[in-house]
């Protein structure tokens, strides 16, 4: 009976002595082992006083490091030590950048609730499944293209895949735009891998009429008033052979040889004055009134590291061409035309939150003494890089365009890829020939916002609205270049 009486004492001696023994340091990998107690002694350590404090070692040296700062123990406190946090920067600056996001979010939520309610109940079938037939082998897109002057345009691209052989496909697009009855028809053939070396191929042929052109003559200080309409009637051909193997992806390059028939006559407008009406000022465009024949060669070349073709997010996108074009039946009309493309894509705070910058240029002069260049080789200005103008706003001789755009995600389709983005840009441009612009004239601007759905390959569709000095522009287009 009396061993075990001392063995519960010692027991109970144990258990205090190992409360009240300091623990080791935290950051401490090999701690050193404490001296075992005395057994044969049943009385265990007197504890501490309550007024003993622990004395917490502090650097010799203050901290260096902006990254973290220290926060002070309390001394009183048996269990503390220097505790360690990183710091907490002042980033207003990046917070203020999920702020367009949340707006539109809201402003957009009424169709965030049908999306969620058609994935919630509706999941068995994609979008493409719905437009494609035997195992996708055959698919249906719809284009869909709105703008401001040119009006409403709606048609359909029908695509036969794996055509005589797997990386082969023919298209047939069409597209009616309602406002007057003008029309374009694009057949393509792509086989990717045709050549030696993985060399793809590309034939394709057009036919387009546009009674409504904008013209508002030629320079880069031409005013608002100066609108004209313009009639082109467009056919043409083309062959395009990859320079490089398909597979290769930072470094690549074409060939196209092509052939064009245009005709520029009077334009056909309710309101405004059409081009060539005896006694105006704009003078019409070189080769009015007349039927061109063009011979085309082209050569362009790129440089991509960007992660995704169309939802990038980081890398470099540059490319440089020439285009030499010529009348083939004895007209004086020919040029040659260098353009020069640079875009970067940085990522920004969160996933898919990406800044661009993009700078541009073109230059066009004649390929031989004495002749005048084609209108559509000249420098173009307009709603293609400068957004907030006219489509075919300012043709010259030379033209620059810069833009930044803040891209942001506002939905994804599960994990599929496909998401709808918003940006917020900024663009500007100016446009001049021989003759240099006035002070009032040398920069042109715009700014806006737009939506657009793509997947990582491909674009899918985009819609912007900008504001210029010249008014606003509104434009959504699908399956179709804005």
């Known amino acids: 009976m009396k061993k075990f009486v001392v063995l519960a004492l010692t027991l109970v001696g144990g258990l205090r002595l190992a409360s009240a023994w300091p623990l080791p340091p935290a950051d401490s990998t090999t701690p050193a082992e404490p001296t075992p107690a005395d057994l044969s002694d049943p009385q265990p350590p007197p504890p501490p006083a309550a007024d003993t404090t622990v004395v917490v070692p502090v650097p010799a040296e203050p901290l260096t490091n902006p990254d973290y700062e220290v926060v002070e123990a ?15 920067t002042f980033d207003l600056h990046w917070r203020l950048l999920y702020l367009p996001q949340h707006l539109l979010e809201l402003a957009f939520s009424p169709i965030g609730l049908l999306v969620a309610a058609t994935e919630k109940y509706r999941l068995d079938r994609r979008v493409v499944d719905w437009l494609g037939f035997d195992k996708n082998r055959y698919v249906i897109r719809p284009r869909i293209k709105f703008a401001f002057n040119d009006g409403p345009g709606l048609g359909a691209r029908f695509s036969r895949k794996k055509l005589f052989a797997h990386r082969a496909e023919l298209s047939l697009a069409a597209m009616y735009r309602t406002s007057n009855r003008d029309w374009q028809i694009d057949l393509e053939y792509e086989h990717r891998l045709l050549l030696l070396g993985g060399r793809g191929i590309r034939a394709h042929a057009t036919a387009e009429l546009d009674q409504n052109q904008p013209f508002y003559g030629i320079g880069g200080a031409t005013e608002l008033e100066d609108r004209r309409v313009l009639t082109s009637r467009d056919q043409a051909v083309a062959a395009e052979v990859d320079l490089r193997h398909t597979d290769r992806y930072t470094y690549s390059g074409i060939l196209e040889v092509a052939f064009r028939r245009q005709t520029l006559e009077a334009g056909v407008d309710k309101v405004r004055m059409p081009v060539g009406t005896p006694g105006d000022s704009v003078l ?33 996108l540059v490319s440089l061409g020439t285009l030499a074009r010529f009348e083939v039946t004895g007209a004086e009309r020919s040029a040659a035309t260098f353009t020069g493309n640079a875009r970067l894509h940085l990522p920004l705070v969160g996933e898919l939150r990406t800044l661009m910058i993009a700078v541009g240029g073109a230059a066009s002069i004649p390929l031989f003494r004495g002749h005048s260049v084609p209108l559509y080789s000249l420098a173009g200005l307009g709603r293609h890089n400068v957004r907030g103008y006219d489509r075919s706003r ?33 663009d500007t441009g100016t446009s001049f020939g021989e ?30 609205f900008a504001l210029s000095p010249e008014g606003a522009q509104v434009v959504f287009g699908a399956e179709k270049q804005l």
């Open 284 to 316: 019409p465009p070189p080769g009015f009134d007349e039927t061109s024949h063009y011979a085309d060669l082209r050569v362009v070349g790129s440089y991509d590291t960007r992660d995704t073709e169309a939802r990038a997010t980081r890398g470099w």
């Open 394 to 426: 300012f043709y010259d001789r030379f033209a620059f365009t810069a833009t930044v755009e803040y891209r942001f995600p506002l939905y994804e389709y599960l994990s599929s890829k496909v998401g709808l983005d918003a940006l917020l840009f900024v």
């Open 74 to 88: 309390d001394v009183h406190d048996s269990m503390t030590t220097n505790t360690w946090r990183p710091a907490r």
């Open 435 to 464: 003759e240099k612009p006035l002070p009032g004239d040398w920069v042109r601007y715009s700014a806006g916002i737009g939506l657009r759905g793509a997947h990582e390959t491909k674009l899918l569709f985009q819609m912007f």
